[in-house]
């Protein structure tokens, strides 16, 4: 299990999935560092929320449990080339950087401020074990055109809650995919946001989709994804 610092669902909200339908999440802007205990590495998180931001403050327990994943398949992490997506505050990536992946970090632009202050923090004190994480805007089905494609792991944690972008996210998913790509994806199955239609639905049109992990007391699923050959469905 995952020994945190502190409750990683977001505690300056009161409700068991403070996770919004709408974009806003606070009128003021305020800073909360937390310092999260994975596996081992101890992490300092800077947490920036405010209305602009909104759900990309928040370290989600989506993105613990994908760290937890990817902890026990660190082999499978090690010395591989990794993009996240969506990366918020950017703890996914940051902890495969930790476990000794090439890591680059997206996300919109908004966000990337907090991102480069928390690599910047989270630097081992022998340095990172192959080289410091790369910090880029990207902006799902416009400009991933910028990005190679041939990355080893896409990693994904809580990004599928929109779902005017979930066309967005496979078009960007397509791109940055070759056969031998691995996606996870860490998701809270989240019915109102219609999370469940683009696991079983949107990706699946372009991408073999396996669930490989399930927490029924958080309602978050983990799923593994990899490019289907030929053209889409």
């Known amino acids: 299990s995952v020994n945190r610092g502190h409750s990683p669902t977001m505690i300056c909200a009161g ?7 709408e974009d806003c999440l606070f009128a003021e802007t305020f800073t909360q560092d937390t310092a999260f205990s994975l596996f ?7 947490q920036v929320f ?6 990309a403050a928040a370290v989600w327990e989506a993105a613990l449990q994908l760290c937890s994943y990817l902890e026990e398949r660190s082999a499978e992490v090690r010395g591989r080339r990794v993009i996240e997506l969506g990366a918020g505050t950017g703890v996914v990536g940051i902890f495969a950087a930790r476990l000794g992946a090439i890591v680059t970090l997206t996300d919109l632009p908004l966000t990337l401020p907090q991102l480069r202050a928390n690599v910047s923090a ?10 410091l994480p790369t910090v880029l805007p990207l902006s799902w089905g416009q400009d991933h ?3 190679p494609s041939d990355w080893d792991l896409v990693l994904c944690a ?3 809650y929109l779902p005017e972008t979930y066309s967005l996210l496979v078009k960007t998913l397509v791109h940055l995919c070759k056969n031998t790509t691995v996606v996870y994806l860490s998701s809270k199955m989240r019915k109102e946001h219609e ?3 683009f696991f079983e639905e949107c990706l699946p049109s372009r991408f073999n989709v396996e669930l490989v992990h399930r927490d029924d007391g958080q309602n978050i699923n983990i799923y593994r994804a990899s490019l289907r050959e030929g053209k889409p469905v």
Request: proline share 13%; glycine share 10%.
């Open 15 to 21: 409700d068991d999935d403070p996770f919004p339908v």
């Open 40 to 46: 081992g590495q101890e992490l300092r998180i800077q």
């Open 50 to 55: 405010g209305a602009n931001l909104g759900v």
């Open 122 to 131: 989270n630097m081992p004190s022998s340095g990172w074990p192959a080289t």
């Open 145 to 147: 055109i910028n990005f």
């Open 158 to 160: 809580d990004i599928v």
């Open 195 to 197: 999370t469940p239609r």
